[in-house]
């Protein structure tokens, strides 16, 4: 109430047309109030294939809407998000599937964590904020935060944005210690760094699921974040029941955005995980994620693109993939260490689909330049019974030459030189054309094949640490 009114009220019995005026004035202000809690609307004008639009409304790209639908069906609203706008009219992409969508329905913005309760709201009000915490390790969670587990409400300590600022390069910690994942022919041959992002790249059918499980249960990380991005759903719980296990699980957060979500929800998947993992490693912990896969993030991100209307570029990809791809990649990694010296970090495997094995196509060519190394998965071993498949001749890691020791390295490239030669001379060999004694180094690589293929394959249920590892490849040598 205003000072004037406020001094004037003990006079307002006395006065009639004052007490009438002081309560005109109480009335004004309550719907004054009222009015600041009204949400504004825009409509409906246009819905093609994934895109909707809508004029009426001006909102940032990126915030939530709601669309309203008809009375009768389950829900009172459909969700949206805006990607993109043309003038007056913005571009809204449906986060499910939604049928019973009207012209001139309304759409509201959906309000944000940060609004006011009398209705204001600050600058990021339309913000999207998802949990985050020491109580969403052991959870399965969908692209939005929800628990797809049936183990109750998550009890997570905070929300916090999907997207983060870049780190400084500068200020990044450098990879200078080894993460043991115990498989045995990574270790040895292609030794992960913490901090390092490594790709899998892999055909469909050649083993890489039961690989990312090896590494998940038996890494020496403390925290494990999976994103299982566009895989079919029946791979979701087969995963987490049997490649994961209860082992796994336990120190893990797995983010499921099946193929049957929305481009959007796909894309916002492989967001939260990378949030997720953030969020650990800026509490000083080591964090392996894992995400499956990289193709399935950029093929979400064509749907997008190419139903706002960007043009096409490489093989059918608009040129924001190419740009979605390295700004996804680079939040992983080494963080910043604190003045003791201690900092958390984000190791990383994104598996990467190679269509029909072709280690050409585009995205596995644009994620072996953005990446610290590749893990190749050949289907000729798979088919040959030899697992995990690692065509170690096709894979490298990158960080691995500041990680190991001058004699290790030796060791490394001797079994490399004579895995080559005799692949080299494999076909020789079978049907018996080449006769010993004519090359002495293709000598020594027949008599220690069988103990390089037996050294290269692991059961999926073995661990194998680091120290094991190299004691073992070394081993090879010794007697040769």
């Excluded at 999976?226 to 987490?240: A, C, N």
């Excluded at 740009?323 to 984000?346: H, T």
Aim: aromatic residues 6%; charged residues 20%.
């Amino acid at each position: 109430m205003p000072a004037a009114a406020q001094a004037a009220a003990p006079n307002a019995n006395a006065n009639p047309h004052l007490q009438s005026w002081l309560g005109a004035l109480a009335r004004a202000r309550s719907d004054v109030g009222a009015c600041a809690t009204i949400a504004t609307s825009g409509r409906l004008t246009r819905a093609v294939g994934l895109v909707l639009e809508a004029v009426g409304l001006q909102l940032p790209v990126g915030s939530d809407c709601l669309i309203e639908l008809p009375p009768g069906y389950p829900q009172r609203h459909a969700e949206a998000e805006v990607v993109g706008f043309a003038g007056d009219r913005l571009f809204l992409m449906p986060q499910s599937e939604v049928a019973g969508l009207l012209p001139g329905a309304r759409v509201f913005a959906r309000p944000g964590p940060a609004q006011s309760a009398a209705g204001g709201s600050s600058g990021d009000a339309h913000t999207k904020r998802l949990p985050v915490g020491e109580g969403m390790l052991g959870r399965v969670v969908d692209a939005a935060g929800r628990p797809l587990d049936g183990l109750g409400p998550l009890d997570a300590s905070r929300r916090v944005p999907l997207g983060a600022p870049p780190i400084n390069p500068l200020a990044r910690a450098p990879i200078d210690s080894v993460l043991d994942v115990g498989v045995r022919a990574i270790n040895a041959m292609l030794t992960v760094g913490r901090g390092q992002r490594m790709g899998l790249f892999a055909g469909s059918g050649v083993g890489k699921s039961v690989l990312l499980g090896m590494m998940a249960r038996y890494t020496s990380a403390e925290v494990i974040v999976v994103g299982l991005i566009g895989e079919r759903g029946r791979e979701v719980k087969d995963f987490i029941e049997n490649t994961l296990g209860e082992e796994g699980l336990a120190r893990s957060v797995v983010v499921a955005a099946p193929a049957d979500n929305s481009p959007l929800m796909r894309l916002q998947g492989a967001a939260y995980a990378t949030c997720l993992a953030e969020y650990f490693r800026d509490q000083g912990r080591d964090v392996l994620l894992i995400m499956d896969s990289l193709t399935r993030y950029a093929m979400a991100q064509r749907e997008i693109a190419l139903a706002v209307g960007e043009p096409p570029a490489t093989k059918g990809y608009p040129p924001s993939v190419f740009a979605k791809l390295p700004a996804l990649v680079e939040r992983a990694g080494n963080g910043a260490r604190d003045a003791n010296g201690r900092g958390g970090s984000i190791t990383a495997f994104y598996t990467v689909l190679s269509e029909g094995d072709d280690q050409q196509d585009p995205i596995a060519d644009s994620a072996r330049a953005i990446l610290d190394g590749h893990v190749v998965l050949s289907r000729t071993l798979a088919e040959a019974g030899h697992y995990p498949a690692i065509d170690i001749e096709a894979s490298i890691s990158r960080a691995m030459t500041a990680l190991i020791a001058p004699s290790q390295f030796d060791t490394v490239r001797r079994f490399k030189q004579a895995l080559s030669r005799y692949q080299r001379n494999r076909d020789l060999i079978s049907v018996g054309a080449y006769a010993a004694g004519h090359d002495p180094q293709l000598d020594q690589a027949i008599a220690l094949y069988p103990r390089i293929e037996a050294f290269l394959q692991q059961p999926m249920h073995e661990r194998c640490d680091y120290a094991a590892s190299i004691e073992r490849m070394g081993s090879l040598f010794e007697s040769a």
